[in-house]
């Protein structure tokens, strides 16, 4: 099983939103690692302390905010994020992470006077633009690099980037209420025409 297989696994256990809904088919190999997989939903993430998760409740809700629909706090995504971080990043990956909260826990106060999830929110959205910008010439932002695993060296807002999208976009809330996925159509239509406020199915960003 490769890590893009296992991701979605993680996300099926930590949502609780069966494949077929999140638009994904399973392997064998996939199948029997759920099978035998724990609790990880009732598990309490033992990862991050009080104030990084803060941060990263405030960084994943500027990437996907509230508006109409729910945002990314509302799906559970950093709950998401810091059991990624604890069990499925590797050491290269866990450490970058590690990098970037100690950043802004201790770089963005000294800079800015506040802590970041203190900041007005156009300051906050400044720092993660500037973070972005700094990574710009990662491979993380190939054109077209989307059908891929995940990139271990991509720097900190890549990671943040990512694993909020893929939380919120396989959380129930982002399926049902974002994508609004209907999983048993009954019939293949392969024109059905979209209205300017509807969303394709889950399985075009997997």
Partial sequence: MNRRELLQCVAILVSGVSASRLGFALSDEQWTFLANAPDYIARKPDY???????????????????????????????????????????????????????????????????????????????????????????????????????VSDAPFICQIKELTIWGFFTSEVGVTQVLQYDPMPMHFDGDTPLGPNDSSSPEFLI
Avoid at 115 to 124: A, D, E, N, S, T
């Fill in 48 to 150: 991050l302390t009080p104030s990084q998760r803060e941060i990263i409740a405030v960084m994943a809700e500027i990437i996907i905010p509230e508006t109409d629909t729910p945002g990314a706090i509302a799906a559970g995504v950093p709950r998401y994020i810091e059991l990624m971080a604890a069990d499925w990043l590797n050491t290269e990956e866990r450490e970058i992470f590690a990098s970037g909260l100690a950043y802004m826990e201790t770089a963005i106060p000294q800079q800015y006077g506040l802590p970041f999830v203190q900041l007005r929110p156009p300051q906050q959205l400044q720092i993660l633009e500037s973070m972005e910008a700094q990574a710009s010439d990662s491979s993380w932002y190939k054109l077209g690099n989307v059908q891929r695993d995940f």
